[in-house]
């Protein structure tokens, strides 16, 4: 089990916290923890799937593999989770458990709630290494400099010179 920081340990409000979950047990860990009187978030995806002789809409994971739970963490309520059925553990970082803002998980109900198109998309950072996709441009590789103005700085290593572009309206892809 993961230290809580001392930020969580000086909060007796509820929080939310990413929980990691078994391949595809989503669903049945969100039902459970919900028996269980702790409040969960479960983002789910509409998706047409489509066979020969019909068509069904699926609701699937958004963040497959992940719930969010909402509870005051307490040594108690820890257990309670840890020992639901198909939870692996909380996603922390080192030792800290992670807290996810609940301001975040709103937006994300309200984007939800609204049946807004949307689809998963790379978490992409300044910094990571990405790659162009679509248009005149398919296949460049480079580094993402800015999310905002979406500057990409393609290097040639082995003599240390780079240049930068400005790729705004080019659809990428985490390498």
Known sequence: MSAAPAAIRAQAAPQWFPVLTRYRFEKRVTASLERLGIQTFL???RETHRWSDRHKIILSPLFPGYVFACFCWTPREQMRVLHTQGVIRF???????LIVPAKQIEDLQKLLANQVPCTLHAFLKAGRRVRIRGGCLDGLEG???SKRAKQLVVSIDVIERAVAMCIEGYELELI
């Open 91 to 97: 996603v922390s970082f080192g030792p800290e458990v």
């Open 43 to 45: 983002p789910l995806l």
């Open 143 to 145: 580094i993402l400099e």
